[in-house]
């Protein structure tokens, strides 16, 4: 796993933003916005959540 792996660790609903920031995401503010479309930082779940519901949709 190289280094934009490890901390690829959110990513956008609205615009596909991959969180890579050195600061751990649980750190950011409530206030943190998506830098590239502005969505609140619940739009911006865990990439394994999203590759869960991927594989659990192509397990259908």
Same mark, same amino acid.
């Given at each position: 796993?190289?280094? #934009? @792996? +490890?901390?690829?660790?959110?990513? /956008?609903?609205? /615009?596909? #933003? %991959? !969180?890579?920031? @050195?600061? $751990? #995401?649980?750190? @950011? $503010?409530?206030? !943190? +916005? /998506? $830098? @590239? /479309?502005? +969505? ?5 779940? $865990?990439?394994?959540? %999203? %590759? ?5 949709? +192509?397990?259908?």
């Amino acid at each position: 796993m190289n280094n #934009f @792996q +490890a901390r690829a660790t959110h990513i /956008c609903l609205d /615009c596909g #933003f %991959i !969180y890579t920031l @050195q600061k $751990p #995401f649980d750190e @950011q $503010p409530d206030a !943190y +916005a /998506c $830098p @590239q /479309c502005l +969505a609140p930082k619940k739009r911006l779940p $865990p990439i394994s959540v %999203i %590759i869960g519901l991927v594989a659990g949709l +192509a397990g259908v």
